[in-house]
């Protein structure tokens, strides 16, 4: 069936320590967005990467989509209190429907 | 620009009464999504609407849940009856055509 997978579920950092969570998708995608939930939030856009092997940089986030288009990762050097919240990696699927991952929880220890 | 309304925010049922849910998208979006998150998960697409026809609704339960988006701007979700396994957050949102999605608050619903 269609899924996204993400891993890891949970990362715990002391505050300037990196980050990294991945996505894998079970087929080949048109493209990947990156989304971010605050705690009691609502998801918020970050990003769309389109192209193979895509790299793509917001200030201290990096993201990139793989070569064949099925994984992509995100990446925070440096982290802040402010990074806290859960990332979705989603990808489109059949008929456009956005399929998300199940989302990597990142907490921030000051 | 204002952006996805929702409402009600909170919404406390029993289990077997119906409830329903409202989602006002940003202005000229044409496409609207309902999602249901359970709390630990990612959002789950229920329903999604190009204007006003429907475009995907293969995980909607449709025997206790029906949605609408009449004139193509608003819209509503309804659960009826409603089951303990239907508490969770539902947001709604909106893109112009595909791409970004916006998000809307979102409804938290508790049934007991």
């Known amino acids: 069936g269609q899924q996204v997978m993400q891993i890891p579920q949970y990362q715990h950092v002391q505050e300037g320590e990196d980050f990294t969570t991945y996505c894998n998708s079970s087929?080949?995608?048109?493209?990947i967005q990156w989304y971010k939930q605050r705690p009691g939030g609502h998801p918020v856009f970050l990003i769309q990467l389109v192209k193979s092997g895509e790299v793509k940089k917001q200030k201290r986030l990096t993201f990139q989509f793989g070569e064949a288009k099925k994984n992509s990762s995100l990446h925070i050097t440096a982290t802040q209190t402010t990074d806290v919240g859960t990332y979705f990696c989603a990808g489109p699927f059949q008929g456009g429907k956005l399929i998300f991952g199940q989302g990597t929880e990142l907490s921030v220890k000051p | 620009e204002a952006g996805v309304a929702q409402s009600p925010r909170y919404k406390i049922i029993e289990k077997r009464q119906s409830v329903a849910f409202w989602c006002n998208p940003i202005?000229?979006?044409?496409?609207l999504y309902w999602y249901q998150q359970i709390l630990g998960q990612g959002p789950k697409l229920l329903i999604q609407?190009?204007?006003?026809?429907?475009?995907?609704d293969s995980q909607l339960p449709k025997d206790r849940f029906s949605a609408e988006r009449l004139k193509g701007v608003d819209s509503t979700l309804k659960i009826q009856p409603a089951k303990l396994e239907d508490s969770a957050v539902y947001l709604c949102a909106s893109s112009l055509v595909w791409g970004e999605q916006y998000f809307g608050p979102g409804t938290r619903l508790t049934v007991t």
């Open positions: 609407f190009q204007n006003n026809g429907v475009v995907d």
């Open positions: 087929t080949t995608l048109s493209n």
């Open positions: 202005s000229g979006h044409a496409t």
